[in-house]
């Protein structure tokens, strides 16, 4: 009888975890301490605004992504499988993030870059969370959170930056 209580208990804080994420979007594993690994020096300066400019100058979506960490759906982006030449911007502050030239398709559903179009346009950042490490990109001059990168993606880097259409914008050649 005890096992299968607790083999019930399991099932329904399995459940509920799923469901939070389900609704949420997977923005609650987003909550995490961060730790800067490198911070990018943007050219032009940093750009400070209050969470209340963002969100009054943002599209919903944009923010939520953005500003408050969150993630989109995988295969759900703007620009996920965006294949023309151009340019890849922050969608808060308009830094110059990426070049389609470094982009390819990971196979993830989110738009996925092999390098920056400069180093010190991003920043990047240690984040321990509920699925253990990994390392969250920010843009250097606004820190709009901008996705993830890994060490899966092909060469000449081996980097696979990971990013939420939400965070860019789009600016072909």
Request: aromatic fraction near 10%; charged fraction near 20%.
């Amino acid at each position: 009888m005890r096992r299968v209580s607790l083999a019930i208990l399991a099932l329904a804080v399995v459940g509920a975890g799923v469901a939070l994420l389900t609704r949420s979007g997977w923005d609650f594993a987003m909550k995490h301490e961060r730790t800067p690994v490198r911070i990018g020096v943007p050219a032009g300066g940093r750009l400070e605004k209050t969470d209340a400019e963002w969100r009054a100058e943002l599209p919903p979506d944009v923010y939520r992504v953005a500003r408050a960490n969150g993630t989109e759906r995988a295969f759900t982006g703007a620009t996920w499988d965006t294949k023309a030449p151009g340019g890849y911007r922050c969608a808060c502050c308009g830094q110059v993030l990426f070049d389609a030239g470094t982009k390819y398709d990971s196979g993830t559903g989110w738009p996925s870059f092999w390098q920056p179009s400069d180093d010190n346009a991003v920043s990047l950042f240690s984040e321990g969370g509920m699925f253990g490490s990994r390392t969250g990109v920010t843009c250097s001059r606004c820190d709009a959170h901008l996705g993830h990168v890994f060490e899966d993606g092909p060469r000449p880097t081996g980097l696979r930056y990971c990013m939420n259409s939400a965070a860019l914008t789009f600016a072909p050649k």
